[in-house]
C-alpha cells in the first residue's frame, strides 16, 4: 500500500511545518514572508526530490534548503534596502515565532523573546536542535560548520538564554 | 538560577507557530499543482493494489453503474477474468455504532485514468491505472429512524504486471 506523493508531501508539511516556518522566520521580518520561505523551499525540494522518487526529503536538507533560499532573500533585500532607505520594517506585536504551552506563564515569555533577539548564528542552532531534533552532526553538516562547534554555539546560547532569564528576574524582583 | 537544562526543558515548553490558513492554503495548492493540478478530493485513502489482489477489486468495481467506459477501460486491463457479484453487504462492519444499522453498501468508479507503464521496485513493468473510487453506506438510526449515506472517496493505483508485448 503506497499513498500519491501529495498525501505523503502534506502529511510530511503537517509533521514538520511549524519547526520549517520557525527556522524560515530567523530570515524573515514577518510570519508571512516565513511562509512565503518555506513555500519557495519546499518547491525547491520538490523538483530536486523528483529524481529520488519524489518522497519528501531529510528534515536537515529540509532546513539547509530553507536557508539558501533565505540567504538568497537576504541578498535580494539588502540591495533593495539600500535603494530604499525611508522604508522601516516594523515586527507586528502580536507575530510570534513561538507560542507558550503554558499561558500567562511569564518566564517562557520571557524566552521566547529571548530566543527571537538570540543572533542568527546562534538562534538557528537552537531552533534545529530544540524544535527540528537534529544532532549536532546533522546541525554541523546543515550549516557546513564542525559539530564541536554546532555543540559550543548550543551552549552558549542556552547560557545567554539563561542570562536574560536571571536578569529579568533580577528586575522583577527589584521592583517587587 | 535556570541552568542551560532547565533552559532546554524551558525552552521544550514553547511551541513553534503553525502555518497561518492562507499560508497553509497556499501551500496546498501549490502542492495540488505540483501533483498536476487537480485538487486532492476529501479525506481519502491513496491504495496501491498489486497484481493477484487486483483482478478482484477491479471488477467490484465495475459492477455498480460506474459507466460503459470505466468497465471496457477495466476489461482492457483484465480480458481473462469473469464478473464477480456486486457488493452488497448487509452485515454492520466492526466501526459502526451498535445504533445504526447499515442497510447497503455500494462502490463506483468516478473516474479511471490510464497512467501509462511504470516500473515496481524490481525492475518488472506495470500498466499503471489512477481509480478514483466512490463508496457509499446506506445506515439507518435505530433510535430515530433516520437513514443516511456515509460515501467516501479514495483514489486507488492500480499495477498489473505486462506479460506480453
Known amino acids: 500500500?503506497?499513498?500519491?506523493?501529495?498525501?505523503?508531501?502534506?502529511?510530511?508539511?503537517?509533521?514538520?511545518?511549524?519547526?520549517?516556518?520557525?527556522?524560515?522566520?530567523?530570515?524573515?521580518?514577518?510570519?508571512?514572508?516565513?511562509?512565503?520561505?518555506?513555500?519557495?523551499?519546499?518547491?525547491?525540494?520538490?523538483?530536486?526530490?523528483?529524481?529520488?522518487?519524489?518522497?519528501?526529503?531529510?528534515?536537515?536538507?529540509?532546513?539547509?534548503?530553507?536557508?539558501?533560499?533565505?540567504?538568497?532573500?537576504?541578498?535580494?533585500?539588502?540591495?533593495?534596502?539600500?535603494?530604499?532607505?525611508?522604508?522601516?520594517?516594523?515586527?507586528?506585536?502580536?507575530?510570534?515565532?513561538?507560542?507558550?504551552v503554558m499561558e500567562d506563564d511569564e518566564d517562557a515569555t520571557a524566552l521566547r523573546d529571548a530566543v527571537q533577539r538570540l543572533s542568527p548564528k546562534l538562534r538557528e542552532v537552537v531552533v534545529m536542535k530544540s524544535w527540528g531534533g537534529l544532532t549536532f552532526a546533522q546541525i554541523s553538516e546543515t550549516l557546513a560548520i564542525s559539530p564541536n562547534?554546532?555543540?559550543?554555539?548550543?551552549?552558549?546560547?542556552?547560557?545567554?538564554?539563561?542570562?536574560?532569564?536571571?536578569?529579568?528576574?533580577?528586575?522583577?524582583?527589584?521592583?517587587a | 538560577m535556570p541552568q542551560p537544562e532547565s533552559i532546554e526543558t524551558m525552552l521544550s515548553r514553547l511551541m513553534p507557530v503553525a502555518f497561518s490558513e492562507e499560508g497553509q492554503r497556499s501551500m496546498d495548492a501549490m502542492l495540488d499543482e505540483l501533483c498536476g493540478g487537480e485538487p486532492e478530493a476529501p479525506p481519502e485513502a491513496v491504495t496501491?493494489?498489486?497484481?493477484?489482489?487486483?483482478?478482484?477489486?477491479?471488477?467490484?468495481?465495475?459492477?455498480?453503474?460506474?459507466?460503459?467506459?470505466?468497465?471496457?477501460?477495466?476489461?482492457?486491463?483484465?480480458?481473462?477474468?469473469?464478473?464477480?457479484?456486486?457488493?452488497?453487504?448487509?452485515?454492520?462492519s466492526a466501526a459502526v455504532d451498535p445504533g445504526v444499522?447499515?442497510?447497503?453498501?455500494?462502490?463506483?468508479?468516478?473516474?479511471?485514468?490510464?497512467e501509462g507503464w511504470l516500473a515496481d521496485p524490481h525492475g518488472a513493468v506495470m500498466q499503471a491505472a489512477r481509480a478514483r473510487v466512490v463508496g457509499e453506506d446506506t445506515m439507518r438510526d435505530e433510535e430515530t429512524g433516520i437513514v443516511f449515506c456515509v460515501s467516501e472517496r479514495r483514489e486507488e493505483l492500480i499495477l498489473n504486471p505486462i506479460t506480453s508485448f
Open chain 1, 1 to 100: 500500500m503506497a499513498s500519491s506523493p501529495r498525501s505523503v508531501w502534506k502529511e510530511w508539511l503537517a509533521a514538520h511545518g511549524p519547526r520549517l516556518l520557525l527556522f524560515a522566520r530567523g530570515w524573515s521580518n514577518c510570519q508571512q514572508d516565513a511562509e512565503d520561505l518555506v513555500q519557495e523551499a519546499v518547491m525547491r525540494l520538490w523538483n530536486h526530490q523528483a529524481d529520488k522518487g519524489g518522497r519528501p526529503p531529510d528534515l536537515p536538507f529540509a532546513f539547509s534548503t530553507i536557508r539558501f533560499c533565505g540567504l538568497n532573500h537576504y541578498r535580494t533585500e539588502t540591495r533593495r534596502r539600500k535603494r530604499e532607505e525611508s522604508i522601516i520594517y516594523l515586527n507586528d506585536f502580536e507575530d510570534v515565532w513561538l507560542d507558550p
Open chain 1, 149 to 175: 562547534t554546532a555543540a559550543s554555539r548550543y551552549r552558549y546560547a542556552l547560557e545567554q538564554l539563561a542570562q536574560e532569564l536571571r536578569q529579568l528576574k533580577g528586575g522583577r524582583d527589584a521592583t
Open chain 2, 48 to 92: 496501491t493494489i498489486s497484481a493477484g489482489g487486483v483482478k478482484k477489486n477491479l471488477w467490484k468495481f465495475a459492477i455498480p453503474p460506474a459507466g460503459i467506459a470505466a468497465a471496457t477501460a477495466l476489461a482492457f486491463f483484465h480480458p481473462d477474468q469473469t464478473p464477480e457479484a456486486a457488493p452488497s453487504a448487509i452485515a454492520p
Open chain 2, 101 to 114: 444499522v447499515v442497510l447497503g453498501e455500494s462502490e463506483r468508479i468516478e473516474m479511471l485514468k490510464d
